[in-house]
Structures are given as structure tokens and as C-alpha cells.
């Protein structure tokens, strides 16, 4: 039985999807290195602090604090590309990364001259964001598999 030869199309769609499976290999490996920088910066700050023998500023605190949430997003980022990798539903995990976000701001947040406001803004994107996961999964839509 002959196969038939690959048109040029084919080899063009065949070669475009090397391109695209390269790109994301390059964004898991980015979001990889840029974690691993985040964790050497945070053990470097917090090795600082530590050698001080000082306690910490309310300022400080919150460096830390969103140095470590900042590593949690990068993960949560990992592992949206990871699922995307392997043609997997990423609803669930874009909505966790979008949750870890929004809760850094929270943890974070310093008073600015329009505290009341932002905090407002922030309230209302942490509702806007639970309610979505919540709907979704209510809705069994985080519990697809696009491959199906």
C-alpha cells in the first residue's frame, strides 16, 4: 500500500507544530528559571534579615511575604503551561493562579491615599474570581477534558 507524499501544506502544519511545541517547552523552562530566581532572591533577602538579628518592619514582613506568594503564582503559572503541554483543561488551574494573585494583593496591600477604594477594587475582583471557579465548577466545566 503507498503512502502518500506529503504536500507542502503538510510539511508546513508538520513544521508549525515544532514551532509551537518549542515555544512552549521555552515558556515552561522561563517560568522554571524565573522561580528558581525568585527563590534565590527570597533566601538572599531573607538571609539578610535574618543576619541582622532585628526584628522585621511591617515592610519588610511584606517583602517577604510577597516574595514567597510571588514563587506560589510562578508555580501556579508552571503548572498552567505544564497542563497546556499536555492538552489538559486549564480553567481550574488559571483560576487558582488568578486566586493566588488576588489574595498577594490582599496579603500586601499597604495604604495608599485611596484605601478605601482600592480595597473595594481588590474585594470585588476576589469575589468576581471565586464566584467564577465556583460557577465553573458547579458547572463541571473545571472537571472537562478537552481531549474528550
Do not use: K
Amino acid at each position: 500500500m503507498d503512502t502518500p507524499t506529503p504536500t507542502f501544506m503538510d510539511r508546513f502544519l508538520r513544521a508549525l507544530h515544532y514551532a509551537i511545541l518549542a515555544i512552549e517547552v521555552l515558556v515552561a523552562v522561563a517560568l522554571t528559571a524565573l522561580a528558581a530566581g525568585a527563590l534565590v532572591s527570597l533566601a538572599a533577602e531573607m538571609w539578610v534579615m535574618a543576619s541582622t538579628g532585628r526584628p522585621l518592619t511591617h515592610s519588610e514582613f511584606n517583602v517577604v511575604v510577597g516574595g514567597v506568594l510571588q514563587v506560589f503564582i510562578l508555580v501556579e503559572l508552571f503548572r498552567i503551561a505544564i497542563s497546556y503541554m499536555r492538552h489538559e483543561n486549564v480553567i481550574p488551574t488559571v483560576l487558582e493562579a488568578a486566586l493566588v494573585a488576588v489574595a498577594r494583593q490582599f496579603v500586601v496591600f499597604e495604604g495608599a491615599d485611596n484605601y478605601l477604594q482600592t480595597a473595594i477594587g481588590l474585594s470585588a475582583l476576589l469575589l468576581a474570581v471565586a464566584l467564577s471557579w465556583w460557577l465553573l465548577n458547579m458547572g463541571q466545566a473545571c472537571a472537562l477534558d478537552i481531549n474528550d
